[in-house]
């Protein structure tokens, strides 16, 4: 089982429509990290959270430490979101990041 | 902003050839990373680097050394290239942890598409 798991792997939205990402970890972390990734390769940093709550313009991250989750909404979404939208998880001080496999996100006119 | 570049976006190397892939960043953070991302396996991590002349190994350095003779520069090299080697390589950097710090987040590169025929 993989130490960090995203949901869905697939997500095709209407233009305008509330979606969420989910990503689920198993281990003890210091911080998560949203990523985004465009077709081409590369990645951009969206979020760093530890705890509670971020947004930035119509994206909100969110973390439940306890029940070792977050979330990554995208408000009234957008044909330019469509992206591969990465969880990944660093486990206390190491200079290591666990990625989760991505979620393919494809927003229609 | 913080800008990661990778030397080469595309190359086609033979088997056997001896490739190197270049990172430079401008924001002076003091930790680099390679990692490669094959399609299903995300990113995994084949070395970083936590200061200059220092490394270590990541989840899959067989096959790969590296080499950070300056601070902003990390180099990726393949000493033999092989087919199985052919991936898409992200280089990133991260500033050391501080105290506090508004954001210790993580910068990547463009990305380079290695292809060994």
């Known amino acids: 089982k993989n130490e960090v798991e995203q949901s869905p792997q697939n997500l095709t939205a209407q233009e305008g429509e509330f979606i969420t990402i989910n990503c689920s970890y198993s281990?003890?972390?210091?911080?998560l990290h949203w990523l985004q990734q465009h077709p081409g390769g590369g990645i951009v940093s969206l979020f760093m959270?530890?705890?509670g709550k971020k947004k930035h313009g119509r994206l909100i991250a969110t973390i439940n430490i306890q029940e070792k989750h977050s979330s990554l909404h995208i408000t009234a979404s957008h044909p330019r979101d469509s992206a591969v939208y990465i969880c990944?998880?660093?486990?206390?001080?190491?200079?290591?990041?666990?990625f989760g496999t991505g979620t393919l996100l494809a927003v229609q006119p | 902003d913080v800008k990661v570049t990778q030397s080469s976006r595309y190359l086609v190397k033979r088997t056997g050839e001896k490739v190197f892939l270049e990172c430079v960043q401008d924001?002076?953070?003091?930790?680099m990373f390679w990692y490669r991302q094959d399609p299903g396996l995300g990113l995994r991590l084949i070395y970083f680097?936590?200061?200059?002349?220092?490394?270590e190994k990541g989840d899959i350095p067989e096959g790969y050394s590296v080499s950070r003779e300056k601070k902003e520069r990390f180099s990726l090299i393949l000493e033999s290239a092989s087919t199985n080697q052919t991936s898409m390589y992200l280089c990133?950097?991260?500033?050391?942890?501080?105290?506090?710090?508004?954001?210790?987040?993580?910068?990547f590169g463009e990305g380079s598409w290695l292809t060994v025929v």
């Open positions: 924001m002076d953070h003091e930790n």
């Open positions: 990944a998880v660093r486990r206390g001080a190491t200079n290591k990041l666990i």
């Open positions: 959270l530890s705890s």
């Open positions: 281990v003890g972390i210091s911080a």
């Open positions: 680097s936590y200061d200059v002349k220092m490394k």
């Open positions: 990133a950097s991260r500033p050391r942890d501080r105290a506090y710090r508004s954001g210790n987040t993580i910068y």
